[in-house]
T-cell receptor, first 112, second 110 residues
């Protein structure tokens, strides 16, 4: 089945040690999004790619970066994770936004 | 700016009870409206959607009607089951982005 896959499901990283989360899709959607969701809160958009065009949200910290080497893959890089970056990170894709997103299962990041 | 407001939870219901989760939005123009569901430890799943005024979205016994006059998109289900226990997010899309409400946690007890 076509889907959005996030790896790993659980990631533990050390304070200040760079970490990369990955997302892949078989839907051939041209838009990919990264959301941060903290406990009991709504997902917060960090940035998105429309094809190769990167769109950063104004309040996304510089500590968060993203790469999209091709249509299928998108990566979230956290350069120096802090304790406050512990959260669920959700990847989503869309071909036509009025029809909604398809989400991956998320990666839960723990910072120790 | 664009925003979504939902009724505060948590909501606890007995099995087979009637469910309503209120959602109102603020947006210019005509956004598309969605309900997403998140089960524990999982990502979000699209539950239903409506793309224009007076549209009714429905799925798995859940329904919501796009009411432009009241800027609302309330979620309803006639008879909830224990398996419906989850967090429900109302959302709108505008200008290429989806904006989520704060979520409403639903617990259904046998």
């Amino acid at each position: 089945d076509a889907m959005v896959i996030q790896n790993p499901r659980y990631q533990v990283t050390q304070f200040g040690k760079p970490v990369t989360l990955s997302c892949s899709q078989t839907l051939n959607h041209n838009v990919m999004y990264w959301y941060q969701q903290k406990s009991s809160q709504a997902p917060k958009l960090l940035f998105h790619y429309y094809d190769k065009d990167f769109n950063n949200e104004a309040d996304t910290p510089d500590n968060f970066q993203s790469r999209r080497p091709n249509t299928s893959f998108c990566f979230l890089d956290i350069r120096s994770p802090g304790l406050g970056d512990a959260a669920m990170y959700l990847c989503a894709t869309s071909s036509r936004v009025p029809y909604g997103y398809t989400f991956g299962s998320g990666t839960r990041l723990t910072v120790v | 700016g664009n925003s979504v407001t939902q009724m505060e939870g948590p909501v606890t219901l007995s099995e087979e009870a009637f469910l309503t989760i209120n959602c109102t939005y603020t947006a210019t123009g005509y956004p598309s409206l969605f309900w997403y569901v998140q089960y524990p430890g999982e990502g979000l799943q699209l539950l239903l959607k409506a793309t224009k005024a007076d549209d009714k979205g429905s799925n798995k016994g859940f329904e919501a009607t796009y009411r432009k006059e009241t800027t609302s998109f309330h979620l309803e289900k006639g008879s909830v089951q224990v398996s419906d226990s989850a967090v429900y997010f109302c959302a709108l899309s505008k200008s290429g982005k989806v904006i989520f409400g704060p979520g409403t946690s639903l617990s259904v007890i046998p």
